[in-house]
DNA sequence: GAGTTTGAAACT
DNA sequence: CAGTTTCAAACTC
């Protein structure tokens, strides 16, 4: 850090030494501790994140401010201008491309963040993730320097779309930089992986970043931001404005979450590499600007640990996501994903083993156990397009942090992200004690979510481990057979929900429910063995459970969703026993703050809202009817069981059905027909009927229809849900 | 930490 | 599709 670009920071700002500490926490911890598989994956835990942690924040940030300020990109981009940190990502950047111009001040500012840049850009190079995503992407075929380059010519894309510097100038850029940041270097040198997880956001920062000679960097920024769909720009001038202050809560985050080794950094690693490889190495490369959308999906990936073999489908899933995420619909994305071959990123097993766990997602993660994100690859791998980009946005929406914000997004989408963030939710990084099955069926909770099982895991007879990638794929896509949904996030969220929650991601929307219901009969839907309960949600009438008491909303409507709901909750937590007369009194407790969202959330909590997100946008959002039913009705309605006759894919008419029309996105329910139809069709004839109004007002929130009618209109890019089924 | 309870997943 | 078994998490002590 003593590097003559600390002392430049220091000379420019008394701010820049701050971020130089946490810059230099960040990647001790970073290269220190390896989070544990954030992503989506239930096993993701928050403090997998560390690393992504900074970037989740930042994008996740950007992502509330995005969905607020939408119109207002130039503000933010007025602000990463101001924002000295931005200029950090920049260095980098300027040093490659702009030769002169922005060299210097980037190169002050990026003090901390140009440091990492290039580090990461170095490091990422040489993972052979970054090599495969590079190769996945089509893009030219590189050695780790190659990806480096890659991830330079991002950045120089946003500042020089049209002039990139030579591959080889990149290179000699990022050498420069790496020579400065020797100290770094040396520092991160055991976390290469980690640098690559960060670079995919590096890179973004790093676009924002570049443009940064001072006055032209803010109007750079904004015509980057306005190419840029919303949430990514979103990520770069977060990053950039959070500047040193998001590298702080980065790195505080970090710090706090960082577990020391659970997700390994080669976990977190491989994801975000996948991550970057599928989105950001194949839209920026072959893209251009897509990429950026594929970067706040990477971010969300990275938090979610993808099991390697979903890799591929994690492009995918990327591309999904991106689509979810990002408002305007990226064609490119969805190209993409069809042109990439979910299959072939897997294209070097040992790549992804050896670096850690590939992510699927679980975003995610996840879910998340993001769930979602295996699902995602497996889903993506499998085939149904539509089917598993919604999925894999769901499980993009896992990402943690990013999952409330996403939910709306996710939930538009009814793919798949948040959920993951539920993961991190999970954050304590889900860890299973399987001993009979191998972890390769669904009662593991890590391979249920998509996510390879680590070293916390206490399971015996584990193949649910790069090792096994092959075996787990195969289980997988068996299980996908059987179950298109089974590795989609079981809790979904409504677009309402999701911006209900606005701004508080905490919050779990009363429109978030579970996919399938739960079964309860003893429980009460008040303890975790209810998977509405555990995933905090509401009981809706997809559940057959007896005696619901769900402090998230009971299935017979009566709606606990607001406070009363969240004061059950608690209670429920700190006792489940008492629940009975709890609930009671949490329904009296009718504040209109939902302390649940507001509180800082057990693990449980949220890894539910993570979780919640990330279903939701996998499938419930979706239905139409259903989906809407279920996620608000959930609270109100029906009775029970909601196992309706649904038509279609009912063999096991709930689940599937429910599933189904969970997974199909809101946008899609509403603009596909066949919602009316599903609507009627619901599994449980009864529930169904009104589905539009009850939905309504079954939503705790009325903003939130004009929030689903947004989500709505975002998605646009949903593929049709019919294809699997 | 061991044992019990619970409900989902898997099987028939 | 319903019923049963298996399984592992959640819970209790």
């Known amino acids: 850090m003593e590097s003559p670009f600390s002392n430049f920071i220091n000379s420019l700002s008394p701010i820049n030494p701050t971020k130089t500490i946490h810059v230099s926490q960040t990647f001790g911890s970073l290269s220190f501790t390896s989070p544990p598989s954030v992503f989506t994956s239930p096993h993701v835990s928050f403090q997998k994140d560390n690393k992504f942690l900074r970037r989740h924040l930042v994008s ?78 089509g893009n030219e075929t590189r050695s780790e320097p190659d990806t480096s380059v890659a991830l330079i010519q991002f950045i120089q894309e946003p500042s020089d779309r049209g002039s990139f510097e030579t591959e080889s100038n990149a290179k000699e850029t990022n050498h420069d930089n790496e020579e ?66 998001s590298c702080h809560e980065a790195h505080e985050i970090r710090e706090q979450s960082t577990q020391p080794t659970e997700a390994t950094e080669m976990n977190q690693i491989d994801q975000p590499s996948e991550n970057l490889e599928s989105a950001s190495v ?41 689509f979810s995420t990002s408002m305007a619909s990226l064609p490119n994305e969805e190209n993409p994903p069809s042109n990439r071959q979910p299959i072939t990123p897997r294209v070097d097993p040992a790549k992804r083993i050896m670096p850690g766990i590939g992510l699927h997602l679980n975003a995610l993660a996840g879910v998340s156990k993001g769930s979602g994100i295996s699902n995602q690859e497996l889903l993506s791998t499998n085939t149904q397009d539509p089917l598993t980009n919604s999925l894999t946005s769901l499980r993009e929406d896992v990402g943690p942090a990013e999952n409330i914000v996403e939910m709306a997004e996710d939930s538009s989408q009814a793919s798949v992200r948040k ?67 089974a590795f989609a996030p079981k809790v979904i969220r409504t677009a309402d929900s999701a911006q209900e929650v606005g701004e508080d991601t905490t919050r779990t929307p009363a429109s978030a429910r579970h996919k399938r219901g739960c079964n309860c009969k003893k429980s009460n839907c008040l303890k975790k063995y209810c998977e509405c309960y555990q995933g905090g949600v509401g009981c809706s009438i997809n559940c057959r459970c007896e005696g619901c008491k769900n402090a998230f909303g009971r299935k017979d409507g009566s709606n606990l969703i607001g406070t009363e709901a969240e004061m059950e909750k608690i209670q429920a937590s700190e006792k489940s026993v008492q629940d009975k007369t709890s609930d009671i009194h949490a329904f009296h407790n009718d504040e209109g703050q939902h302390s649940e969202f507001a509180i800082p959330m057990t693990p449980s909590r949220l890894f539910r809202q993570s979780i919640p997100v990330a279903t939701s946008s996998k499938g419930k959002p979706p239905r139409s009817s259903l989906g809407m039913i279920t996620s ?31 997974e199909i996105p809101t946008v899609l329910q509403n603009c596909s027909p066949p919602s009316s139809g599903l609507k009627t069709l619901s599994p449980n004839s009864k529930r169904i009927s009104p589905p539009h109004h009850a939905n309504r007002q079954t939503f705790g929130h009325r903003s939130s229809q004009s929030s689903r009618k947004l989500i709505l209109q975002s998605i646009p890019a949903f593929p049709s849900l019919s294809p699997r089924r």
């Open 419 to 485: 959920f993951e963030t539920i993961g991190e939710g999970e954050s304590s990084c889900k860890r299973c004690n399987c001993k009979k099955s191998k972890c390769l069926k669904l009662y593991c909770e890590c391979f249920a979510a998509g996510v390879y099982c680590v070293e916390p895991c206490s399971c015996q007879d584990c193949f649910n481990k790069p090792i096994h990638e092959e075996t787990v794929l195969a289980t997988r896509k068996q299980i996908e057979s059987r179950n298109p949904l």
């Open 180 to 245: 400065e940041g020797c100290d770094w270097q040396s520092l991160i040198s055991g976390s290469s992986d980690l640098f690559i997880f960060d670079s995919p956001n590096v890179t973004e920062t790093s676009k924002g970043s570049l443009p940064k000679s001072q006055e032209e960097e803010t109007n750079v920024f904004a015509s980057l931001l306005a190419r840029f769909p919303s949430e990514q720009a979103y990520d770069l001038q977060t990053s950039l404005q959070v500047g040193s202050a």
């Open 60 to 137: 996740d940030l950007a992502r509330h401010q995005l969905s607020i300020d939408e119109g207002n990109k130039d503000s933010i981009t007025e602000e990463d201008g101001s924002t000295e940190h931005h200029p950090e990502s920049l260095p980098n950047v300027q040093i490659r491309g702009d030769g002169g111009e922005g060299s210097a001040k980037p190169l002050e500012d990026a003090s901390d963040c140009a440091a990492e840049l290039p580090r990461e850009l170095k490091y990422d190079s040489g993972s052979p993730r970054h090599c495969e995503a590079v190769n996945s992407s």
């Open 632 to 662: 608000s009705s959930g609270l109100h309605q029906v009775d029970g069981p909601g196992r309706s006759t649904f038509l279609r894919t009912l063999s096991r008419p709930e689940k599937h059905f429910k599933s189904v029309a969970d």
């Open 282 to 322: 194949n839209e920026l490369f072959s893209g251009e600007k897509p990429g950026k959308q594929p970067f706040s999906s990477i971010h969300r990936g990275l938090r979610r640990r993808c099991l390697t073999f979903e890799m591929p489908r994690t492009k995918r899933s990327i591309d999904s996501v991106l």
